[in-house]
């Protein structure tokens, strides 16, 4: 039990850094919203998810879909979809 909470605590960790980094890049957007392809690069948040011997065309942005989604679900990160592009901005309360 004390690796799930370490590890547990790992990862919010990481999600509440691409949260304070929305919020610095905010007023350098349009509108607030972040495009995710631009916290993503800037992050290097692009990660292969499989096994080498594993059939996966290079890299993606699972880690920081998952991270954003925790964001999410704790009522800190906006999303929003135009196109085929997606953007975040942060919650301020």
């Known amino acids: ?15 509440l850094v691409i949260f ?3 919020k610095e890049r905010m007023p350098l957007s349009h509108d607030g919203w972040v495009p995710a392809s631009d916290i993503k690069q800037s992050l290097a948040l692009n990660f292969v998810a ?3 011997a594993g059939k996966q065309y290079g890299e993606r942005g699972w880690l920081f ?3 954003a989604r925790m964001l999410e679900d704790r009522d ?3 999303h ?6 997606a953007f975040y901005r942060a919650k301020m309360r």
């Open 1 to 15: 039990m004390e690796r799930k909470i370490a590890i547990h605590r790992h990862i919010e960790a990481a999600s």
């Open 20 to 22: 304070e980094f929305v």
């Open 50 to 52: 499989v096994p080498k």
């Open 65 to 67: 879909a998952t991270l």
């Open 76 to 78: 800190l990160l906006e």
């Open 80 to 85: 929003k979809k135009v196109g085929n592009r």
